[in-house]
Nanobody
């Protein structure tokens, strides 16, 4: 299993970024995937998740209305569109895979290396 994130960077508050996660080594369309982040204090925080067919999405309350998770099963890729970014969104964002088709929080089994997102005030 391999999960490779891209799209992070430095952006001013109010700006946007789009993260991508390229998956390989498993049947992508059969698994739920999602995003966690780790801030400067290295706390692990759930951000968003999406079911295997894109029909079930979940979000951390603080990002609802600003972030949108999506996936393209034909391309084995997941996305996180982040709008109206805030300094508190600064973190390393990790792509994760869940153990089955549904995004059951806490049932993740693989993580990518992560991509840094830094939001300046």
């Amino acid at each position: 299993v391999q999960l490779v994130e891209s799209g992070g960077g430095l952006v001013q508050a109010g700006g946007s970024l789009r993260l991508s996660c390229a998956a390989s080594g498993f049947a992508f369309s059969r698994y739920a995937v999602g995003w966690y982040r780790q801030g400067p204090e290295l706390e692990r925080e759930f951000v968003a998740a999406i079911g295997h067919n894109g029909g079930d999405t979940k979000y951390k309350e603080a990002v609802k209305g600003r972030f949108t998770v999506s996936r393209d099963n034909a391309k084995n890729t997941m996305f996180l569109q982040m709008n109206n970014l805030k300094p508190e969104d600064t973190a390393v964002y990790h792509c994760i895979r869940f153990q089955g088709p549904n995004p059951d929080i806490g049932s993740d089994d693989y993580w990518g290396q992560g991509t840094q997102v830094t939001v300046s005030s």
